[in-house]
């Protein structure tokens, strides 16, 4: 019983992981530039596919060509920013994340029937010769291919907080969350800016659809519920705090897996489990209306 | 802007928005106006069987006689003066092409479009009003998964192409938008691609489906598993049951649990969880815990692929498991490997099952997508067939008397041999299909099976 | 407002209303229904999203909560109108239990509490109406669009002209006052939250209202299906295409996307959702204050060049 419930936080654990390695692209995106890019999810399904087709047609292993998800989402994002969203840069906040909740609406649209009619509705998901090992610690199982993607989203999410703190870029991204207009007289480029975070959040997308394809499965119409999803750990873990959301994304689904053992083994099934993930997700937000571990600002 | 013209524009608005309320709580029935009773006929589909010599006034759209390409077979008297044919008959699909049903629907349309090409390369469909042979036109329009689109289609498909049936679109969220549509506008309707018995419980006249339903289903499933596996000891009697939590997740688990018990299975666990829901650790261990042999399981994707990763990595295997739906998707095992193995379903019909017409289908398929016809796309092609021959049998296009056809049918389709039971749910064979070595084979009924059953699976690790 | 524009308005008002008259086609009347829905709802948004600028991301709660309570109690034999009005009142309640937590919120906390408050009620409807609602078979046989064409005008004009008395009210200012510059309207005196109350109120009433006309007017559902969050998203992009904050906008956006979705959909196929993208893309870039911004400026033109 105790090992059965152990065992339920340990893939509260590893998925909550995908949940904040999704929400950190989208919220690091929305610190920036204050756009809102509803498509986010969608990008997470093309870094799916391009970890999928490596995997089908030339054998990569999908842990292997990681790399090439990230690029590929790199190109991707740059496209669609030069292309739509650099339009956005000079508006109002407002204005801001209005228009870009649009043209997401509209990039999401198109990337979803373009992955429907590419790679059909099929779900697609990558098994390789060690999924399904596991290796045993105090009689709980941890599956490999989910325990190796919790040490990259950690390792990713470690190294874009020192990337942050520690580099000119980094630090001229922070300066631009916090006040735009004293980073452009500063001689920051805002552009340069924007584009790179960005970029960088479609990027994180790409690496959590890939590994979403090795743990679950992918499918052209996925979007829509991790871009909810990343949106309500956004705001969980609070806005500005890239720690705080991936923290977010793990409490989220340990609340999940907790609440679902729970719910069973009162035989209530696990019908339940995601509204009170949500329920705990408004009440953190009444007790605290800047998310967990947000600055007051907002 | 001041503040008379406000009140002005007030009181307008209000009055009219008075008088619409007024005008809708008037006319709980159809209001008398709406059809006017103009002396032109209107260009309705059904051409009235008087001999009056109407075909001078009747409407110019369905007056196409020299543009009909069929080859008369037996040239009609020109002295008995028919209503000239119609060019086409017309039949139509609302179908989720796109958005969160797009793999069931992408399986669907070219089953119809199959039926629909091969009866007009036949020269189409002999009707007796018009003494010729007229081909079928398909209207297929993507309702993007959503019902409340779905609803504007069917209304289109009545009220522009005037079609003599509706064929279904996919999954029963859809299909319960469209079938009362088809209900209200007395057009024959033939759908697949849901097993859910309730809709059939409604007293709809225009519903037809040769697609194995919930309770033929749970049946079949002690039926097959006791004839498959002849020695009682060797049989799984400890009975896992995952539901989803659905309305035909909930039928199906109901009439589990009842079948289970009369064939001599014990249900040991019976949970239910959320659509979409991606983490079963907790369902897995009680089953594991409490020694289930067999899983039965009805979920969509993509919670059919996480099912079976979690007990992959919790290492449960049950000896026999039955999972409906997510396993008939044609990628289950090119996604899964060797774990999607022994997984058994039943799908409605396999392009393996010998019937007049499959070889054909499967020819078709190949030449389009490189493989066999798809699980969905049998039955779907058994849809036209059963009209095709319920519209010969009518001898007309009035879609009433299409649809009394229809009930009374007994069609060789490449579904097998199709009749209708009085609640429009028809009389289909139910295979059971497993997937053994990433291919599906018939593994029941014994008559039409293609392989032996693989039983018990052996654990997953050991593969 | 001048005499051509009231004119305008009454030659409108009165084809809306004869409509029917002469249109007997199911497929046409079918879109004017689903376009006075759209109407209706973003517009009922636009009260709360637009005017008080506060992005509802949950508005499909009330639309859903309309919808369920109304077809309840219709099955159960009350008349549709009592029904509707309990599902909107409804609604209403909803949103003021929820108001006061909502409101110490600001921007987007608010828009994705609201966001997850809807998603729960799309789960739990889900979890305990787990089976399909659908109009009885013997009622089919009388069904016909022309009552739920005049219900959803009824609706429909009932928003609008409900949203053109309160934003040319003593309402109206202090609701802008607050958008605009919360604090301050504050120290003045006026008391932010009551003003956002009341809009959330009545942003919740008439998607409650629009919710109770589709329970009326839809043949067969899922319960859960009002609750998507497609239903607040649709109608907050037709608030912002068309130009949020305005009366006009939410109808003109509603009709561009309706209209062009549907007729896309008729032509196109599997295709129509890829060029709906695109073409919808090309509207925000060239059009980036929505239609009612485009009309703005060309009124402002017009007049410059009329002094």
Not at chain 1, 246 to 272: C, D, K, N, R, W
Not at chain 3, 166 to 192: M, P, W, Y
Not at chain 3, 236 to 257: D, K, L, R
């Amino acid at each position: 019983m105790l090992e059965a419930f152990a065992q339920n936080l340990v893939y509260g654990v590893l998925i909550g992981a995908l949940y904040g390695l999704a929400a950190v692209g989208l919220s690091l995106v929305f610190g920036v530039t204050k756009f809102l890019n509803v498509a986010h999810g969608e990008f997470l399904m093309v870094g799916g596919y391009a970890s999928f087709w490596l995997f089908t047609l030339w054998q990569v292993d999908p842990f292997v060509s990681l790399p090439a998800a990230i690029v590929s989402l790199l190109v991707l994002g740059a496209v669609f920013y030069q292309a739509l969203f650099s339009r956005m840069v000079k508006l109002t906040e407002g204005v801001k994340i209005q228009n870009t909740l649009l043209i997401g609406f509209g990039v999401s649209l198109i990337l979803q029937n373009l992955a429907l009619k590419l790679w059909t509705a099929d779900t697609r998901s990558i098994t390789t010769a060690y999924s399904g090992q596991v290796f045993n610690f105090l009689g709980i199982r941890f599956p490999l291919v989910r325990v190796a993607s919790l040490l990259i989203a950690l390792v990713l999410v470690i190294a874009l907080q020192l990337f942050l703190r520690r580099t000119y870029t980094g630090k001229a991204l922070r300066a631009t969350v916090e006040n735009w207009e004293a980073a452009t007289l500063m001689g920051i480029d805002i552009h340069r800016v924007y584009l790179l975070s960005f970029v960088m959040g479609a990027a994180l997308a790409g690496v959590a659809g890939a590994l979403v394809g090795v743990g679950y499965s992918i499918e052209p119409g996925m979007g829509m519920s991790w871009t909810l999803k990343s949106l309500v750990v956004m705001v969980l873990g609070g806005l500005g705090s890239i720690t705080g959301t991936f923290v977010g994304g793990i409490i989220l689904g340990l609340t999940e897996s907790a609440t679902g053992f729970i719910a069973l083994m009162a035989g209530g099934g696990l019908t339940y489990k995601e509204v009170v993930g949500l329920v705990l997700f408004l009440l953190v937000l009444v007790f605290r209306p800047e998310g967990l571990f947000g600055s007051k600002e907002g | 802007m001041n503040k008379r013209n406000l009140n002005w524009i007030v009181r307008i608005g209000l009055l009219v928005a008075l008088v619409a309320v007024v005008a809708a709580c008037a006319s709980p029935t159809p209001e008398p106006t709406k059809v006017p009773p103009t002396a032109a006929p209107a260009p309705t589909k059904a051409p009235e069987p008087t001999k009056a010599p109407v075909a001078t006034t009747a409407p110019t759209k369905a007056a196409e006689p020299t543009k009909a390409p069929a080859a008369t077979s037996a040239p009609a008297p020109t002295t008995a003066a028919a209503k000239p044919a119609p060019a086409y008959i017309e039949v139509g699909a609302s179908i989720p092409l796109t958005g969160k049903f797009g793999s069931l629907g992408q399986q669907v349309k070219p089953g119809y479009q199959y039926a629909v090409n091969d009866i007009n390369a036949a020269g189409g469909i002999y009707v007796k009003e018009f003494d010729k042979k007229i081909p079928l036109r398909l209207t297929v329009y993507d309702d993007a998964s959503d019902p409340t689109q779905a609803v504007s289609k069917m209304e289109t498909l009545f009220a522009d192409q005037k079609v003599v049936a509706y064929l279904g679109g996919a999954s029963s969220d859809m299909h319960v938008a469209t079938i009362p549509i088809a209900e209200k506008n007395k057009v024959p309707y033939l759908g697949v691609s849901f097993a859910l018995n309730a809709i059939h419980q409604k007293g709809y006249k225009y519903l037809f489906s040769p697609f194995p339903k919930s309770p033929q289903q749970t049946v079949d499933t002690f039926a097959a598993l006791n004839q498959l596996i002849p020695d009682a000891s060797q049989r799984p009697l400890k009975v896992a049951i995952f539901a989803e939590k659905s309305d035909w997740g909930a039928e199906e688990e109901a009439l589990w649990k009842e079948n289970a018990t009369k064939a001599g299975y014990t249900v040991v666990v019976d949970e239910q969880y959320a659509v979409g829901n991606l983490d079963f650790t907790a369902m897995i261990l009680k089953a594991k815990a409490a020694g289930a042999e067999t899983l039965l399981a009805l979920p969509n994707q993509p919670s059919g692929e996480a099912l079976i990763k979690g007990m992959v990595e919790n290492g449960w295997t049950p000896k026999f498991s039955l999972i409906i739906r997510a396993p008939e998707n044609v990628t289950w095992s090119t996604n899964l490997k060797k774990n999607g193995d022994y997984v058994t379903i039943f799908p409605g019909w396999n392009s393996a099952m010998k019937f007049p017409g499959v070889d054909q289908l499967n020819k078709a398929y190949q030449a389009e997508f490189k493989r066999d016809a798809d699980l969905l796309t049998g039955p779907s092609y058994a849809c036209v067939q059963i009209l095709a021959k319920a519209i010969e049998t009518a001898g007309t296009l009035d879609r009433d008397k299409i649809r009394d056809a229809i009930a009374a049918s007994n069609t060789s389709t490449v579904v097998g041999n199709v009749t209708f039971n009085a609640d429009g749910t028809g009389k289909v064979l139910d295979p059971l299909i497993q997937w053994q070595n990433g291919k599906l084979e018939v593994i029941w009924p014994l008559d039409h099976a293609t392989a032996k059953i693989m039983y018990p699976a052996p654990a997953f690790d050991k593969r | 407002m001048n005499k051509i524009q009231i004119t305008i308005i009454v030659i409108l008002l009165a084809a809306l209303l004869a409509f029917p008259q002469f249109i007997t086609s199911e497929s046409v009347l079918n879109l004017a229904v689903y376009v006075l829905l759209y109407v209706s709802i973003a517009s009922s948004w636009n009260v709360l999203g637009g005017f008080a600028g506060q992005t509802n991301l949950g508005h499909a709660a009330f639309f859903g909560v309309g919808a369920l309570v109304t077809r309840m109690l219709w099955f159960a034999g009350w008349n549709i109108f009592a029904s509707m009005v309990i599902g909107a009142l409804v609604a209403v309640v909803l949103a003021l239990i929820i108001g006061v937590p909502a409101f110490r919120l600001r921007g987007v906390y608010f828009a994705i509490g609201t966001l997850a408050l809807s998603q729960i009620l799309l789960i739990t409807v889900g979890n305990t109406f787990s089976t399909i609602s659908s109009i009885p078979t013997e009622d089919l046989k009388v069904y016909s669009l022309v009552p739920r064409y005049y219900m959803f005008l009824g609706v429909a004009l009932l928003t609008i002209v409900t949203a053109y008395v309160l934003l040319n009210s003593r309402f109206g200012l202090g609701i802008t006052a607050v958008r605009e510059e919360e604090d301050a309207a504050e120290s003045l005196g006026v008391s932010a939250l009551k003003y956002k109350m009341l809009a959330f109120g009545i942003s919740a009433f008439f998607g409650g209202l629009t919710g109770g006309a589709f329970a009326f007017y839809h043949v067969g559902y899922y319960p859960q299906l009002t609750f998507g969050p497609e239903w607040t998203f649709d109608s907050m992009m037709m608030a912002y295409i068309g130009g949020v904050g305005t009366i006009v906008g939410p109808v003109i956006g509603a009709v561009f996307f309706v209209v062009l979705r549907e007729f896309l959909a008729l032509r196109f196929a599997e295709f129509h959702l890829i060029i709906f993208g695109v073409l919808f893309i090309l509207v925000v870039l060239f059009l980036p204050d929505g239609f009612m911004g485009i009309w703005e400026k060309i009124r402002k033109r017009l007049l410059r060049r009329s002094k």
